[in-house]
């Protein structure tokens, strides 16, 4: 489960990057692509824990599961606000 959200979450922040410096200037997707940049940071600091975890070996408890999960969700909830 790890490895596909954070390969996943991944490839979209590198693609939503790309679009932002494309559409920079643009009135409408320039402003959205920034902040869905900026949402993708936030989560992707907050996932930091949980890579650190797994790269020394451990397993993810089913609280953090969840969590990985639940971040789609909540990256959406963001940009809807």
């Not at 959200?5 to 991944?10: A, E, K, L, Q």
């Not at 590198?14 to 932002?20: A, H, L, P």
């Not at 890579?51 to 020394?56: G, L, V």
Request: glycine share 6%.
């Amino acid at each position: 489960m790890y490895q596909e959200v954070s390969c996943y979450d991944g490839l979209v922040y590198e693609v939503i990057k790309k679009y932002e410096n494309t559409y920079q200037e643009d009135a409408v997707w320039g402003p959205f692509l920034t902040k869905r940049v900026d949402v993708h940071t936030q989560f992707f600091k907050e996932m930091k824990q949980l890579i650190r975890k797994r790269q020394a070996g451990e397993r993810l408890s089913n609280e953090d599961q969840f969590w990985l999960k639940s971040g789609g969700q909540k990256i959406w909830e963001e940009l809807l606000k």
